[in-house]
């Protein structure tokens, strides 16, 4: 991978690490429960970045089929939340796979008849874990007053 592709991916890392960490200590119950009118939950947010995860990079990079996690927020009740841990990291890594193999930013991948780049896929999942770590920062506030990465 060139320098900048893996500091890019090293920031990723970071955003999914801080995920990850705002489920520590919850129980199932509390990573289900919303504090917000949307219905937005711990556990909704983690099914909701495995299933961005596995659309961007298994799905639009490397041209397969996206078929982890959900859109939703809504989790399945038979979905643990180390399920949820276990999805969402199998799907980091195929992503970071993924991105090893291509390598380079300006690698172009087809979305839709458009014509983008690793990097702006890169920087867009940036974006998408970066927002919803700050939804998990303030649900996570919300139900037992933890705060902080």
């Known amino acids: 991978m060139t320098t900048e592709v893996e500091q890019l991916v090293a920031a990723l890392e970071g955003l999914r690490a801080g995920v990850l960490k705002k489920l520590t200590g919850l129980s199932e119950e509390d990573a289900r429960r919303s504090t917000v009118a949307s219905g937005t ?3 909704g947010l983690v099914q909701h970045l495995t299933f961005a995860e596995s659309k961007w990079f298994e799905g639009v990079v490397a041209g397969g089929k996206a ?3 959900a859109r939703s927020m809504v989790v399945d009740p ?16 195929a992503s970071n796979a993924i991105v ?3 390598g380079d930013g300006d690698s172009l991948v087809d979305l839709n008849g458009r014509t983008v780049t690793l990097r702006s896929v890169l ?4 974006e998408e874990t970066a927002r919803h770590l ?7 506030e919300e139900i037992d007053g933890r705060t902080g990465r």
Do not use: E, Q, T
Request: charged share 20%.
């Open 123 to 126: 920087v867009g999942m940036i």
């Open 134 to 140: 700050g939804h998990a920062d303030i649900i996570r």
């Open 41 to 43: 939950n711990l556990a």
């Open 100 to 102: 090893a193999a291509a």
């Open 78 to 93: 038979a979905v643990s939340l180390r399920g949820l841990r276990a999805d969402y990291r199998a799907a980091c890594d």
């Open 67 to 69: 078929g982890r996690g």
